[in-house]
């Protein structure tokens, strides 16, 4: 399935109370694969909530191929969703609730290739509150699969699958990309991101602070840390410098702390210093490289012109 | 059309496989219809008549009054809510849901009110305008059900409910005559009292105007608050 359909959120606003979940909350996505990252609490569950009307935004539009997003309006048809807290009734069988969806959408898929596609052939007579979390998940994405839609939104689609359940849902979803369809994706998980994204935004407070693609974050991801107490270390910061002038050098308690991109460069110039011990090399995690993307921009957004 | 016929599919299947659900539904207006021995000593049509609306309005009290306001925040529903179908579309689904399980539910007290009797004296043409009869008064305190529950806070429900459902088949005919008093100028009014007001004329094979507004004036009702209701939930329980 080929389209030219966009998805856009612009300058959405939503609270709940005095939270803002939402806040300006601008994007724009075209056909593709985009991972939202964010920690939890970003506000990547909400705009997907406004997207698919299970929420209505207190201000801003958003737009499913140019038409405002209302609650089961014409824009739901064309897209497919799987919620993160998605339950469903104890006593419902797992192909009930797909047949359901199905009846939705004007050229579903066969419910029983669906479910073989996501790997719930064998429970397909089993009643919802039988499963496991994974398999529920599993029939979250079948729910978001069957109606055929040029649109589709995960929310944490890979939460509770197991090691081979992950690589079958990462199968699914580069199919639905290389199809020509906007799918977005809300993922902890640093694998999906690299091994998915055509497109990564990083959410933080509420806001889109960063739209890059994904080669952009291995290269930051690319950044070590270097760790050793400073104790007897002399003269070790010239030295960093020297071999990185982009190192940033940082000291706490005590320890000194090198982000570098050339951390064995780094590392073995300060071998060569005097009382200069116990080194160690860390790679960021992801929500250490979101929290650095985050702030980056922030710093660039607020710095004066 | 598809979209209803598959809400209220999955709505049966839902509840028909709850027998918490099911059973009390089932079983209390046969109770009282057999329990108390006036009704099988001297058989009558219009009491099976009082019992059968009975039990269709417990059915649509607690399927919706009780069940919406309690489960309208659970996820599924809210899922369920972004799906595109209309709002109207999702009302008569759940309307037509409650008028199939207030069918299933009427069946072990025509069980019990044929034995006894109580069906010999109608008439084909009699039972024809009856069952229309159950099936207006259905939809209208079906619209009722579905305009409590969606403006009725959850953890009220079940005594709210409560509340409404005992005094109205009293005040409506639906255990026998309402005793002469106050309650006799009220009775025709109420959205009970019109139902069984109605079922007796039909009953009789007779046109019954007032009745027939009354209800259909308390239909409107119900319809509109049922709409605002559901509309009031999209915008302030999911918001």
Redesign the interface.
């Known amino acids: 399935m080929r389209n030219e359909l966009s998805v856009a959120w612009r300058d959405v606003r939503k609270s709940f109370g005095r939270r803002a979940a939402l806040d300006r909350f601008t994007l724009e996505a075209g056909p593709g694969i985009h991972c939202l990252l964010g920690d939890n609490g970003a506000g990547k569950s909400t705009a997907f909530a406004v997207l698919?009307?299970?929420?209505?935004p207190d201000a801003g539009d958003v737009l499913v191929g140019g038409e405002r997003v209302r609650?089961?309006?014409?824009t739901?048809?064309l897209i497919g969703?799987a919620?993160q807290?998605?339950?469903?009734?104890p006593?419902?069988?797992v192909r009930?609730v797909v047949?359901?969806?199905a009846?939705?959408?004007a050229a579903p898929a066969p419910t029983a290739a669906i479910l073989d596609r996501v790997g719930l052939t064998a429970l397909a007579r089993r009643?919802c509150g039988g499963l496991s979390g994974g398999e529920a998940r599993r029939l979250a994405l079948a729910?978001a699969l069957v109606g055929d839609t040029p649109v589709v939104v995960l929310d944490e689609p890979s939460a509770g699958l197991d090691r081979s359940g992950q690589g079958e849902l990462r199968e699914i979803i580069r199919g639905l990309g290389s199809a020509g369809r906007i799918v977005l994706l809300a993922s902890h998980d640093l694998a999906d991101v690299e091994a998915l994204a055509d497109r990564v935004w990083v959410v933080a407070a509420g806001r889109v602070v960063l739209g890059t693609d994904p080669d952009d974050i291995t290269r930051r991801l690319g950044t070590r840390r270097i760790r050793f107490p400073i104790a007897r270390a002399v003269g070790w910061k010239p030295v960093a410098v020297r071999v990185d002038p982009e190192a940033v050098v940082s000291e706490a308690a005590g320890t000194a702390i090198i982000s570098t991109t050339r951390a064995d460069a780094v590392a073995r110039e300060l071998l060569g210093v005097d009382g200069l011990a116990d080194l160690t090399i860390e790679r960021p995690t992801l929500g250490e490289a979101i929290d650095q993307l985050a702030l980056a921009t922030r710093d660039a957004t607020d710095a004066p012109a | 059309m598809t979209v209803i016929i598959a809400t209220v599919r999955l709505q049966v299947i839902e509840l028909v496989r709850l027998p918490a659900f099911l059973l009390p539904l089932a079983a209390f207006p046969t109770m009282l219809y057999v329990l108390l021995p006036a009704n099988l000593a001297r058989p009558s049509l219009l009491t099976l008549l009082g019992y059968l609306a009975f039990a269709i309005l417990g059915t649509m009290m607690f399927q919706f009054g009780v069940g919406i306001a309690t489960g309208r925040n659970d996820p599924w529903t809210i899922y369920t809510q972004t799906l595109p179908t209309r709002a109207v579309q999702r009302i008569v689904a759940l309307v037509g849901a409650g008028i199939a399980f207030s069918a299933l539910f009427c069946v072990p007290l025509v069980v019990a009110g044929s034995a006894s009797g109580a069906l010999r004296a109608a008439t084909p043409g009699a039972i024809a305008l009856i069952i229309l009869a159950l099936l207006l008064g259905a939809v209208v305190h079906g619209l009722f059900g579905l305009s409590l529950g969606f403006w009725l806070p959850a953890r009220g429900a079940v005594g709210i409910t409560n509340l409404v459902y005992f005094p109205l088949s009293y005040v409506g005919g639906l255990f026998g005559p309402v005793a002469p008093g106050p309650l006799t100028e009220i009775h025709p009014w109420t959205p009970t009292g019109g139902w069984m007001d109605l079922l007796h004329a039909s009953a009789s094979g007779e046109f019954a105007g007032r009745p027939m507004l009354v209800l259909a004036g308390y239909a409107a009702a119900f319809g509109a608050a049922t709409l605002v209701g559901y509309l009031r939930v999209e915008r302030t329980v999911y918001a």
Do not use: F, K, N, Q
């Open positions: 698919t009307g299970a929420r209505r609650r089961g309006g014409a739901a048809r969703s919620p807290s998605l339950s469903y009734p006593t419902v069988r009930e047949d359901y969806v009846a939705h959408y009643s729910c």
